[in-house]
């Protein structure tokens, strides 16, 4: 693209909003900004100088490149309907970067709708925070034709620290789900060894260090740790969505005929802060249910 294309931006969350914040600071066009809740969509426009599309088809219709940023399966579904309201109306020439965790199936079915509309689909799975979104330290992996990869590669490189190429539709989610489901096994893990260490009457705070010099060291040590100590679960990834990506991981598993005791042991975990309630913390909650102290002191969740 010669000249810097308009993106539109659909769903507008946390992570939606703050990649759009970020192309707009890096001199990109946001155009047109949705999300079903409307009142997100017009206090972001206002914002960055976007509209807040009413439609999905008025994204489509303002940008060159939209960006989506929806929760699941269900809902990657139902903005590329093949009726109604729709991003596939007048798709033709436009590219579509899919940013959810979602089952590596249905990023092939709307490539697949896509392309016979003229159009391109393109998964760019995120291994990264909401905060990186902002400043523009994204983890990316994209994943789909390569020409349409290399078209869009120089937006894709302005929300990212470190750009991947994975392959064919589908290679890059399977790839976000194995690495969420080793995170989400390492967070239990981490909540089971610091609950334990509570139990036996152990320093948590020297406890967390000597695991840090140790074996027992993880990248989730350090983002989660503290917060497991704390109780501080301000959600930048939720148990839910833990929960979610655990089972896109067992399923997959499922169907390569592999048995995974831990990654089925860890969504149980995370069902089970569902069932309770607390399935908007942070995943750094699973602790919760493993400090014996906490169970006479539930955490309030509002």
Same mark, same amino acid.
């Given at each position: 693209m ?6 539109g ?7 939606g ?17 949705y999300?079903?809740?409307p009142?997100a969509?017009?206090?972001?426009a206002?914002e960055?100088g976007?509209?807040?599309a009413g ?5 489509t219709e303002?940008?060159d490149?939209?960006i ?6 269900? *809902? ?6 093949t009726?109604g ?11 579509f ?24 689909s ?31 590669e120089?937006?894709?490189q302005?929300?990212s /620290?470190?750009l991947?190429?994975?392959?064919e539709?589908?290679?890059?989610a ?5 690495v ?8 239990a893990?981490l ?14 705070t ?17 983002t989660d ?10 959600v ?7 929960? /979610? ?9 499922r169907e ?6 831990? *990654?089925? *042991?860890?969504?149980?975990?995370y ?5 309770l309630?607390?399935g908007?913390l ?21």
């Amino acid at each position: 693209m010669s000249e810097k294309p308009r993106i539109g931006v659909v769903g507008v969350g946390r992570m939606g909003a703050n990649m759009a914040r970020r192309l707009h600071d890096a001199g990109y066009r946001v155009t047109a900004v949705y999300d079903v809740r409307p009142q997100a969509a017009r206090e972001l426009a206002a914002e960055i100088g976007a509209e807040a599309a009413g439609t999905l088809a008025r994204v489509t219709e303002l940008a060159d490149v939209v960006i989506t940023v929806v929760t699941d399966d269900a *809902a990657m579904r139902t903005i590329y309907a093949t009726s109604g309201d729709s991003l596939l109306a007048g798709a033709n020439g436009k590219i579509f970067v899919n940013s959810a965790t979602i089952t590596p199936g249905v990023h092939v079915e709307v490539q697949a709708l896509a392309e016979e509309r003229g159009a391109s689909s393109l998964e760019a799975s995120l291994a990264s925070s909401i905060p990186q979104a902002r400043d523009g330290t994204l983890y990316m992996m994209v994943a789909g034709r390569r020409a349409a990869f290399e078209r869009v590669e120089p937006i894709l490189q302005a929300m990212s /620290k470190k750009l991947r190429y994975i392959g064919e539709a589908g290679q890059a989610a399977k790839v976000k789900a194995l690495v969420n489901m080793v995170m989400n096994i390492n967070t239990a893990g981490l909540a089971e060894g610091l609950g334990l260490g509570e139990a036996l009457g152990l320093d948590l705070t020297v406890l967390r260090e000597v695991f840090a010099e140790t074996g027992a060291n993880s990248r989730v040590l350090e983002t989660d740790g503290t917060d497991m100590q704390n109780r501080e679960h301000d959600v930048y990834f939720s148990a839910a969505h833990a929960a /979610k990506d655990s089972h896109i991981a067992t399923a997959l598993a499922r169907e390569a005929g592999l048995e995974l005791p831990l *990654a089925e *042991a860890t969504a149980k975990q995370y069902d089970t802060m569902i069932e309770l309630g607390l399935g908007e913390l942070d995943k750094s909650g699973v602790a919760e249910l493993t400090f014996a102290s906490r169970r006479a002191q539930p955490l309030a969740t509002t």
